[in-house]
């Protein structure tokens, strides 16, 4: 849940009057994003989403974000189209924090999804990076593996603490990662964390994709890696096939899978359940007292860095050729 | 700020397909509203409010409150208008909770009234009333002169921890009130909450009035007073006469008040600053430790009091005759 800065009335007004977009009806605060605040704005003109960035998210990045998304829209996919102000800029400022204004998307996010859905979640990765693939600028990915030690050496000391044998199975995991992670995938821009609220669907359709706020410049079957993670595990801990069968071949219905990116993929799986893993872990250890916001279970990611240390060949998550 | 019950996509798509709306196409949680959980929803049809009663409303009350929104719309005053669904009910259930669908209004809550918006307000409180008048359920005010004491038993030992001599002052406040509450005033539905966040405006008209979970049935002219406290106050605490003028005027202008309305205003005035003094007193004493809501500062109706005390006659709030 978002903590939302207030705006007031005359700002917002005034803020808006910088676009072509007519006047504002209606501005109500969203509880979507748990990084920035949004809100639900409706103009003369339509719907949008007006987004003001809070802290966690550098400033400097910015302008790769709304580019990328305004590229991937000019580009096909359906994503928030970033407003251009009457200046022809996407970034302005409201309430003394940065802001842009997107379209609204309509959909809704599952909670649950199904064999079909992971499909057209696949099919719609796949139709991400086809259309990121000229985006002239990059972001380096932060939360890569260079990335995992120092947030290990944050955590590890209280690690057991949330489940004996975390430390150490945490540990052999990184030093398996650091070893043999793969060097010269095909890259592009993922997105980086393509859970199921950032997908939002119409009955079983991909309606869009949001949140692009970890989006970088990493190897393209990374970000699949992450999908099957965050889609294909049952509640019980259990990889389904079926849905992972289902998404690869979604995913290949664009682009298909070079064979460097076959055989690293149980590697890349295991290394994006830890990278949340230990993102969680480090959050979990660091609830403010009375926090309202429940942090997310790092041992959900505990449970399945242990199917990817075992699996052997990306057929264990229904590649089939 | 809201704390949201979390509705599935599958829970959400059951209950829609009750009404003869369409299907979804979007569902996001919105900031509005303390007491309940609600949501901004599209569909094939149109916008709408979904709202989730959590425990502070009384499930008792809520046909009271929707069977009011219903007669108030039918009687041409723009307030959220409850959805009926397939079998003619108002009132259903979603995840475990009592849930209605209501009528999205654009409209935006003004942070500083000008005495443009207040004159525009008294307008529609008076349109309030006459839409209202032959509305045939009834409620009691649990927050009107014999509900202070118990309010005032609850927060007295701690109120001069809060501001040195408040105990004393609300004492003779409330045996004064308690001595001299007026009876026999004109008497009907009320909205007794009507702040500046329960009012739309787009531009200086009033788009529709909001949250009517605390209306009641009670002295009209007491609603009056509750606007002239919550709109025509400035920041340092003086009451600006030429926004209570405006206020006044504009409620005449659809519903003259009575001699005895007149006679009794200073003490209404007086009587609501109390109320709400008392609550957020109440409030203020009972915030868990890490609540990140801010509770309202009931120093803000100290300060009120303390004008309402010595007020001799509604010329002093703007009555011109």
Same mark, same amino acid.
């Given at each position: 849940?978002?903590?939302?800065?207030?705006?007031?009335?005359? *700002?917002? *007004?005034?803020?808006?009057?910088?676009?072509?977009?007519?006047?504002?009806?209606?501005? $109500?605060?969203?509880? *979507?994003?748990?990084?920035?605040?949004?809100? +639900?704005?409706?103009?003369?003109?339509?719907?949008?989403?007006?987004?003001?960035?809070?802290?966690?998210?550098?400033?400097?990045?910015?302008?790769?974000?709304?580019? !990328?998304?305004?590229?991937?829209?000019?580009?096909?996919?359906?994503?928030?189209?970033?407003?251009?102000?009457?200046?022809?800029?996407?970034?302005?400022?409201?309430?003394?924090?940065?802001?842009?204004?997107?379209?609204?998307?309509?959909?809704?996010?599952?909670?649950?999804?199904?064999?079909? =859905?992971?499909?057209?979640?696949?099919? &719609?990765?796949?139709?991400? =990076?086809?259309?990121?693939?000229?985006?002239?600028?990059?972001?380096?990915?932060?939360?890569?593996?260079?990335?995992?030690?120092?947030?290990?050496? &944050?955590?590890?000391?209280?690690?057991?603490?949330?489940?004996?044998?975390?430390?150490?199975?945490?540990?052999? &995991?990184? #030093?398996?990662?650091?070893?043999?992670?793969?060097?010269?995938?095909?890259?592009? %821009?993922? =997105?980086?964390?393509?859970?199921?609220?950032?997908?939002?669907?119409?009955?079983?359709?991909?309606?869009?994709?949001?949140?692009?706020?970890?989006?970088?410049?990493?190897?393209?079957?990374?970000?699949?890696?992450?999908?099957?993670?965050?889609?294909?595990?049952?509640?019980?801990?259990?990889?389904?096939?079926?849905?992972?069968?289902?998404?690869?071949?979604?995913?290949?219905?664009?682009?298909?899978?070079?064979?460097?990116?076959?055989?690293?993929?149980? !590697?890349?799986?295991?290394?994006?359940?830890?990278?949340?893993?230990?993102?969680?872990?480090?959050?979990?250890?660091?609830?403010?007292?009375? +926090?309202? %916001?429940?942090? $997310?279970?790092?041992?959900?990611? #505990?449970?399945?860095?242990?199917? =990817?240390? $075992?699996?052997?060949?990306?057929?264990?998550?229904?590649?089939?050729?």
């Amino acid at each position: 849940m978002a903590v939302y800065t207030e705006v007031s009335d005359e *700002e917002l *007004e005034a803020f808006v009057a910088g676009y072509d977009i007519g006047r504002v009806l209606s501005c $109500k605060g969203i509880a *979507e994003g748990v990084e920035n605040s949004n809100f +639900a704005l409706h103009t003369e003109r339509g719907s949008y989403i007006l987004t003001l960035y809070e802290k966690r998210v550098r400033e400097s990045d910015l302008p790769f974000f709304l580019g !990328l998304m305004r590229h991937l829209s000019a580009n096909g996919l359906v994503c928030p189209l970033p407003i251009l102000d009457r200046r022809g800029e996407a970034l302005g400022r409201l309430a003394g924090r940065p802001a842009a204004l997107v379209s609204f998307l309509e959909g809704l996010s599952v909670r649950r999804p199904n064999a079909r =859905h992971c499909g057209a979640l696949g099919e &719609a990765l796949g139709r991400l =990076h086809a259309a990121g693939r000229d985006f002239p600028m990059t972001r380096e990915n932060a939360l890569s593996v260079t990335g995992w030690r120092p947030l290990f050496e &944050a955590a590890q000391a209280q690690a057991d603490r949330v489940s004996p044998g975390l430390r150490e199975r945490a540990a052999q &995991a990184l #030093d398996a990662l650091e070893r043999h992670w793969p060097a010269g995938l095909p890259t592009g %821009v993922i =997105h980086a964390d393509l859970f199921t609220d950032n997908v939002f669907f119409i009955g079983e359709a991909v309606s869009g994709l949001i949140d692009f706020y970890f989006a970088c410049t990493d190897a393209l079957a990374y970000d699949l890696s992450i999908c099957l993670n965050a889609w294909c595990f049952e509640p019980d801990g259990s990889f389904n096939v079926t849905k992972g069968r289902a998404m690869i071949a979604g995913y290949e219905r664009v682009r298909r899978l070079e064979p460097d990116e076959v055989e690293a993929l149980p !590697l890349l799986c295991r290394g994006s359940a830890l990278r949340f893993m230990l993102t969680r872990l480090v959050d979990w250890l660091n609830v403010p007292p009375g +926090a309202l %916001v429940k942090p $997310k279970d790092p041992l959900e990611y #505990d449970r399945k860095l242990s199917f =990817h240390g $075992k699996a052997t060949s990306a057929f264990e998550y229904g590649l089939q050729r």
